[in-house]
């Protein structure tokens, strides 16, 4: 694949928001005819920009959940380690999201909490359990700001 042009991007941009958005909807926002459209995205998947498609489910009404941001330090940044704490992050599906980090911190996890109880079992349980951490930073989320964007902008 060609680099990602103009078109490119706004076609991502729109599945972003709406990924369900139908192929014939789509072209018309972006200005192209659905056949060329649908061959862009067809491209943008196979060349490996559009990994796949994923639904966002709900773990339950807003004001029931909190999200805790969780930086953690490792206490050494070598292959195995960083490979030894990824697969142990794997194994945790209380764990929503991981990212390896710049900066810092080596990783920023995402969780889901009713409360600080049950952070509290998680962080002692699991956090705390995973190998080779030097330190773990929490921070509790007051609301998502951009949870709404797709069914505000509809």
Known sequence: MTAIDAIDRNILRLLRLNARMSNARLAEEIGLSPSACLRRIKLLEEAGVIRGYTALV???????????????????????????????VRKHPEIRECFLMTGGSDYLLRVEVAGAGEFERIHKEILSTLPGVLRIHSSFSIRNVLATRASKQR
């Open 58 to 88: 709900d773990s339950g009404s807003s004001e029931d959940t909190i999200a805790v941001i969780i930086n953690i330090t490792l206490e050494r940044q070598t292959e195995e380690h960083l490979d030894r704490f990824e697969a142990a």
